[in-house]
Structure formats: structure tokens, C-alpha cells
């Protein structure tokens, strides 16, 4: 059974390299994260999860980290002028912030989460199937299950994501990060 639950979030970022300089420079979109779950197993209410349980196990203060945020690669001309640019929300990753990489993200974090988090529906063998990145209402990038094992985009290392305190301070689960470092850590180390 697959359920689907939707974040939004307004946010800016920059593609450096891109074909088009609208978007090599910084700017903004209305992005939608889809995120879907899927199980076989029912929970004790016949569902998946709980829409409110699965974000309050800290997938909804993941989401929220892009809201009115700025996401930059780590190696970006405007990394050293971030605090200014938005100096309470923003957040330095080890990828360019593409649709495509933010939806390889969402899903490896995502997948963290329920790995490491309280089972609050007490659901059962859930796991993320796949993630849209909607950047634009025409645009928009997919990372599946199937997508894993073929994959050959840079890696997402989520131990050298950067959050601006106003973020951090704005988690209602402030937990959830560093349980979902480390079951990547446990996850890669057992590979």
C-alpha cells in the first residue's frame, strides 16, 4: 500500500554552471515535496502511518528546514556571504541543490528518519518508495527505491549538511537530526 504526504516550502538556491543564468544565480521557487510511503503491513488503525505521526517522528522539521531558506552548495561563490544573505535561515550542502539532488536527499533522509524515529502510528516496515521535487509547476525531479542500486549522482553526506541556528532553534523534534546521522552511519558502515 503506498500513501503520499506533501510538504511546501519557499525557498532559493543557486545551480552554478547552469545553462541558463537565471538559474546559475541566486533566486527562488515554490517548491512541493511529495513524499510516499509504503508498506505491506497495516498498523493497528489499517493504515500505512499517520499522516500527523509521520511528521511528527521529525519529518515535517526536515521540510520545514527549507522554508523561506536559502540552500547553496558548500563550494558556491556566495558561501562565504550566507550569514549575510539570510543570516537566520539557510543551509550549506555538498551538492549543487538541484531538483534531481534535493530529491536524492529528501528520500536518503527521509528513509533515516523512520529508520531512527519513534514509531508514533506504530507502523510497521514502512519505507520511503520515492520523492517528487516539484521546483516549478512544470519542472520537477523523482528519486525512487528503484533509483538506489543504479545511481551514479553525487552523494548526498548528510553528516556535512550545514543548518543555520534559526533553523535548529525552529525543530519541534530537534532529535530527529542526529538519530538520522546516525543510522546513515550505521546503515554505510554495515555496507
Given at each position: 500500500?503506498?500513501?503520499?504526504k506533501?510538504?511546501k516550502?519557499?525557498?532559493a538556491?543557486?545551480?552554478?554552471?547552469?545553462y541558463?543564468?537565471?538559474?546559475?544565480?541566486?533566486?527562488?521557487?515554490?517548491?512541493?515535496?511529495?513524499?510516499f510511503?509504503?508498506?505491506v503491513?497495516?498498523?493497528?488503525?489499517?493504515?500505512?502511518?499517520?499522516?500527523?505521526?509521520i511528521?511528527?517522528?521529525?519529518?515535517?522539521?526536515?521540510?520545514?528546514?527549507?522554508?523561506?531558506?536559502?540552500?547553496?552548495?558548500?563550494k558556491?561563490?556566495?558561501?562565504?556571504l550566507?550569514?549575510?544573505?539570510?543570516p537566520?535561515r539557510?543551509?550549506?550542502v555538498p551538492?549543487?541543490p538541484?531538483?534531481?539532488?534535493l530529491?536524492?536527499?529528501?528520500?536518503?533522509v527521509?528513509q533515516?528518519i523512520?529508520?531512527?524515529?519513534?514509531k508514533?502510528s506504530?507502523?510497521?516496515?514502512?519505507?520511503?518508495?520515492?520523492?517528487?521535487?516539484?521546483?516549478?509547476d512544470?519542472?520537477?525531479?523523482?528519486y525512487s527505491?528503484a533509483?538506489?542500486e543504479?545511481?551514479?549522482?553525487?552523494?548526498?553526506?548528510?553528516?556535512?549538511?550545514?543548518?543555520s541556528?534559526?533553523i535548529k532553534?525552529?525543530?519541534?523534534?530537534?532529535?530527529?537530526?542526529?538519530?538520522?546521522?546516525?543510522?546513515?552511519?550505521?546503515?554505510s558502515s554495515?555496507s
Amino acid at each position: 500500500m503506498l500513501i503520499r504526504k506533501l510538504f511546501k516550502a519557499e525557498m532559493a538556491h543557486s545551480v552554478p554552471g547552469a545553462y541558463t543564468k537565471r538559474c546559475h544565480h541566486l533566486h527562488g521557487h515554490s517548491y512541493k515535496f511529495e513524499l510516499f510511503l509504503e508498506s505491506v503491513q497495516p498498523n493497528s488503525s489499517q493504515m500505512v502511518a499517520d499522516f500527523k505521526a509521520i511528521k511528527e517522528m521529525g519529518i515535517n522539521d526536515f521540510f520545514d528546514s527549507f522554508d523561506h531558506a536559502v540552500t547553496i552548495f558548500e563550494k558556491d561563490p556566495l558561501t562565504p556571504l550566507i550569514q549575510k544573505v539570510n543570516p537566520e535561515r539557510y543551509m550549506l550542502v555538498p551538492f549543487i541543490p538541484t531538483a534531481e539532488m534535493l530529491a536524492k536527499a529528501c528520500f536518503v533522509v527521509c528513509q533515516a528518519i523512520l529508520n531512527s524515529g519513534p514509531k508514533l502510528s506504530s507502523e510497521k516496515d514502512v519505507y520511503v518508495e520515492k520523492v517528487i521535487v516539484h521546483e516549478t509547476d512544470t519542472g520537477y525531479g523523482v528519486y525512487s527505491h528503484a533509483d538506489v542500486e543504479k545511481d551514479q549522482f553525487p552523494p548526498i553526506a548528510f553528516n556535512r549538511w550545514i543548518f543555520s541556528d534559526g533553523i535548529k532553534k525552529s525543530w519541534s523534534r530537534p532529535d530527529w537530526h542526529d538519530k538520522a546521522l546516525k543510522s546513515l552511519f550505521n546503515f554505510s558502515s554495515r555496507s
